[in-house]
């Protein structure tokens, strides 16, 4: 077995943070392996959830881990919400594909999920507070959609611009960092 690779993850408002993911038809080892790239890259983030749609693989696979020590994955293969609590709760939400972005998101507290393991097995998990926030923030990135679409059209048009600016100026000095390396020394 390789060591797993360290994957790109897309950064908003990149379009194909929208594609909607296709479910997984074939449960073998190019399964495994995107699996265990995408716990590590997420775990090296580090983040406590990462859906496939995220490092631009646009089948229906998530990994969440929200324990305390990082060692409690789950992997939710075709993930489904059965049923959702009428309770809502906010939370602060930040996103691997937005960095250093953090807004409250109202969602269901609690969740029931139908799902399929790595080799193909159907299971349910009933999924409260942060473990049913970071499955629903995962599933919304299969549907093609980033949390800050469940923010006003105000903000998420500063995020955008913020992160496009930012993205510009990395360009910039990408560039510049570029020119120096290139300097003939002569």
Known sequence: MS???????LQYPDPRLHIVAKPVI?????????????????YQAPGVGLAATQVNVHQRVICVDCSENSNQLIVLINPIIISASSDLQAWEE???SVPDV???????KSIFVKAQDVQGNFFELEANELL??????EIDH????VFVQHLSQLKQGRIKNRLLKLAKSSKNTDKNIDDVNTIDPK
Do not use: W
Not at 132 to 137: E, F, L, N
């Open 26 to 42: 074939q449960f073998n080892e190019a399964l495994n392996i995107l699996v265990r790239n995408m716990s590590h890259t997420m």
């Open 3 to 9: 060591n797993p690779v360290l994957l790109d993850i």
């Open 132 to 137: 049913s926030v970071c499955i629903q923030h």
């Open 94 to 96: 930040g996103c691997l």
């Open 102 to 108: 953090y807004e409250d998101v109202k969602r269901p």
């Open 142 to 145: 299969l549907n093609g959609k």
